[in-house]
């Protein structure tokens, strides 16, 4: 079959990272007899530089015309890059939320499992790492505190700064929608986490999810403070099935939960809307720190690449033969430098991709 992707290598380790997931794109295209045609846009600083704007029309128009969205990671190091010095609504994050909003993905993926492999690289005691974890936190992603209204005023020289938190039922309904597909479809168990001890956008949360769940009597429910969730990531993760939570604590519990899978360079992501389009990045960030340096990990935008073969695609075979690879190369011993651990051998960004294509 034939496929559109847009690419978006944007700023950091992004050019490098999107690089090594083609070649894998390229070895399945290959193995499986399809045809994936790639285009590059401009997003982040990459398109502050050349247009002054971290997105425009034509690059929104362009993801649109795709059957699905690659991308690496956008924005730099606030304290030096000329990024930061511009009004924050046209910094490069602001590129990235204004994406999510134009292509309404309000549904974002972030897989978060211990492989075997790797247990050495997890940070929790022994005997909780033992225990393994694979969860699938679902953030809601084009609404809250990131899209709600804001402004900073002064007022007899005191400056005050307000963010909105506002969501409506039916932003809320068709996240846990997805989010009990979802269980429905792994273990069975949606932890919705919110703090509807204090917010009254956590109370609506709450009593719209357990009208969704009233439909999926397979699926079990229960509701977690956001302060607790944070704690019980770090104590039993494997506790967690589904987390479903709003787009602020999904930011946060994301990364936690990628910490303790040992290297937030392994957690992939999908956002979704309610088609089959997707755009698909890494969890992690753009690190320039390590830009350029052949360091980076490719491996969470490979398992990226893999999710849109899979939720994009349809193509779950050939997505399977990428995690597969992923798991085989780990097994091998193969390790970029953030999940290095004594007797492995270290490889640079462009080693492990090659060796990802390889084993497809
Ligand atoms: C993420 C990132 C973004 C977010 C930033 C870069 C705006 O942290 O994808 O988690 O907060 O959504
Ligand atoms: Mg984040």
């Not at 992004?14 to 070649?23: L, S």
């Not at 360079?265 to 089959?276: C, E, F, I, P, R």
């Not at 990990?297 to 398992?303: C, K, R, S």
């Not at 597969?324 to 490889?347: F, H, N, P, W």
Request: net charge negative; with cysteine; aromatic share 6%.
């Amino acid at each position: 079959m034939e496929w559109k992707i847009t690419c978006i290598p944007g700023d950091g380790i992004g050019p490098e990272i999107v690089a090594e997931a083609k070649k894998v794109l390229d070895a399945v295209a290959g193995k499986y007899g399809h045809v994936m045609h790639c285009t590059d846009i401009l997003m982040g600083g990459a398109s502050i530089d050349v247009h002054g704007v971290p997105l425009t029309k034509e690059a929104v128009e362009a993801a649109k015309s795709a059957d699905a969205v690659l991308m690496g990671s956008i924005g730099g190091d606030a304290a030096t890059s000329p990024w930061y010095q511009l009004p924050p609504n046209l910094r490069p994050e602001a590129g990235l939320l204004a994406i999510r909003k134009e292509l309404n993905l309000f549904a974002n993926l972030r897989p978060a499992v211990l492989y075997d492999e790797l247990v050495e690289a997890c940070p929790l005691k022994t005997e909780i790492a033992a225990a393994g974890f694979d969860m699938m936190i679902m953030r809601e992603l084009t609404g809250g505190l990131y899209f709600g209204e804001r402004r900073t005023t002064e007022e007899n020289g005191v400056k005050t700064a307000v963010d909105t938190l506002v969501y409506n039922e039916n932003e809320i309904r068709r996240i846990a929608v997805k989010a009990f597909e979802i269980a429905k479809k792994r273990r069975g168990k949606v932890t919705s986490v919110d703090k509807a001890n204090v917010l009254d956008s956590s109370r609506l949360w709450r009593q719209v999810v357990e009208e969704v769940a009233k439909e999926y009597k397979e699926v079990t429910l229960q509701h977690m403070l956001v302060d607790n969730c944070a704690m019980q990531l770090v104590k039993d993760p494997a506790q967690f099935d589904v987390i479903l939570t709003e787009n602020m604590f999904g930011d946060i519990l994301s990364d936690e939960a990628s910490m303790v899978t040992g290297s937030i360079g392994m957690l992939a992501s999908a956002s979704l809307n309610d088609t089959k389009f997707g755009l698909y990045e890494p969890s992690h960030g753009s690190a320039p720190d390590i830009a350029g340096k052949d360091l980076a990990n490719p491996i969470a935008t490979v398992l990226s690449a893999a999710m849109m073969l899979r939720y994009s695609f349809d193509l779950d075979e050939e997505a399977d033969a990428v995690e597969r690879a992923v798991k085989q190369i780990l097994k091998e011993g193969y390790r970029t430098s953030d999940i290095m651990s004594d007797g492995c051998r270290l490889v640079g960004c462009r080693q492990m991709g090659d060796l990802l294509a390889k084993r497809i």
